[in-house]
């Protein structure tokens, strides 16, 4: 077998970058290219570097859909809030125009908390809330105790600069 050129190990990691491959799958097409062990660990790092590009983008476009969304409920209910006003305005119960029906009506009503402390014991519910101290499990299962219900489980990775 002949040793790849730079361009052609290039060209065979960025046609895997390219394809939605599962994990393992991926892995396993890396490692079955005719390529040295580094060869192998470069390209694979730059997967990774691609990958956290990738990730930080959604990131950020997620964040940026939210507000978009965001902004478009805030507009939808106040356009809702002044057609409702201007057609209670008129005292009629239906309006027609050329392109919708416009019916105001009366939706549950919401509860408006004015000040929680003044409200009467009846109306206050208590939640206990159990949550796990992982920070000492972490601590007695390093020592040794044995803990029935939790157990350390070795995480190893490797860092990549």
């Not at 290039?10 to 097409?29: C, F, G, H, S, Y």
């Not at 519910?125 to 939790?150: R, S």
């Amino acid at each position: 077998m002949s040793e790849m050129n730079a361009f052609q190990i290039n060209k065979a990691i960025e046609e895997l970058q390219e394809k939605d491959l599962d994990p393992q799958v991926l892995v396993d097409t890396i490692e079955s290219l005719e390529l040295t062990r580094n060869e192998k660990l470069d390209g694979a790092a730059g997967l990774i570097d691609r990958s956290d590009m990738k990730i930080t983008l959604a990131k950020r476009k997620a964040k940026e859909w939210q507000e978009v969304a965001r902004v478009e409920e805030n507009k939808k209910k106040r356009l809702n809030q002044y057609i409702t006003d201007v057609i209670d305005g008129t005292g009629i119960k239906e309006l027609v125009t050329d392109e919708h029906i416009f019916k105001p009506r009366n939706f549950k009503a919401s509860v408006v908390i004015d000040k929680k402390e003044d409200l009467p014991k009846d109306y206050v519910k208590y939640v206990e809330e159990v949550k796990i101290d992982k920070n000492k499990l972490y601590k007695d299962l390093k020592a040794g105790t044995e803990i029935n219900g939790a157990h350390l489980k070795a995480h190893r990775g490797t860092t990549i600069k």
